[in-house]
């Protein structure tokens, strides 16, 4: 069974910095894309950061470019995403998520595995 | 980049009722479209893929449609575990974006 246990949200203050972990398990991380979802209170979805599988580059929001990084651990099968000089907009769930690229129907792309997310909020 | 809209925003029903939200690109996005159930309190779960896909142990009540730039999502028959926010998420070009959403209550 494919679990994501996200950790490391809490308050934060605007202008610190928090790193969010994402432990991983029941398939082989390696193989997968992974990225950052989003969603501030009452609100809808957005997508914050992706990271691919074997070349490890990086996309970013414009909204978190700059400020916030993606990275990965496979030898651990932990994503990670460092948030530096949060904004109150940044208050959010938290959502790590696997991508999957490859279906029955063929390749594909879509979000489907999702960890039930840890709450970030920026305040003084 | 590309931007979604969703419609309604909001929508109550009656069990038994079929429920259609549609989802608009502002360019063709061919098929790279994706339908996510989200209910309170909880994670997003993937419905459909690729615009038309069943994803696996989704009931078949769901189901989608669509092409270029106009997508619909249809619930044949509202079920009490139905009730929760549906969005739709283009994945053709980056940034990744979802629809806004469109939340199923009941009437």
């Known amino acids: 069974e494919v679990q994501l246990l996200e950790s490391g949200g809490g308050l934060v203050k605007p202008g610190g910095s928090l790193r969010l972990s994402c432990a991983a398990s029941?398939?082989?991380?390696?193989?997968?894309?992974m990225t950052w979802v989003r969603q501030a209170p009452g609100k809808g979805l957005e997508w914050v950061s992706l990271i691919r599988a074997f070349t490890g580059t990086t996309n970013y929001a414009d909204s978190v470019k700059g400020r916030f990084t993606i990275s990965r651990d496979n030898s651990k099968n932990t994503l990670f995403l460092h948030m530096n000089s949060p904004r109150a907009e940044d208050t959010a769930i938290y959502y790590c998520v696997r991508v999957r690229l490859f279906c029955k129907t063929g390749s594909c792309n879509n979000f489907d595995s999702w960890g039930q997310g840890t709450l970030v909020t920026v305040s003084s | 980049d590309i931007q979604m809209t969703q419609s309604p925003s909001s929508l109550s029903a009656s069990v038994g009722d079929r429920v259609t939200i549609t989802c608009q690109a502002s360019?063709?996005?061919?098929?790279?479209l994706n339908w996510y159930q989200q209910k309170p309190g909880r994670a997003p779960q993937l419905l459909i893929y690729d615009a038309s896909n069943l994803e696996t142990g989704v009931p078949s009540r769901f189901s989608g449609s669509g092409s270029g730039t106009d997508f619909t999502f249809t619930i044949s028959s509202l079920q009490p575990e139905d009730i929760a926010t549906y969005y739709c998420q283009q994945y053709d070009d980056l940034p990744v974006r979802f629809g806004p959403g469109t939340k199923v209550d009941f009437k």
């Open positions: 360019q063709d996005i061919s098929t790279s």
């Open positions: 029941g398939f082989n991380f390696t193989n997968y894309a």
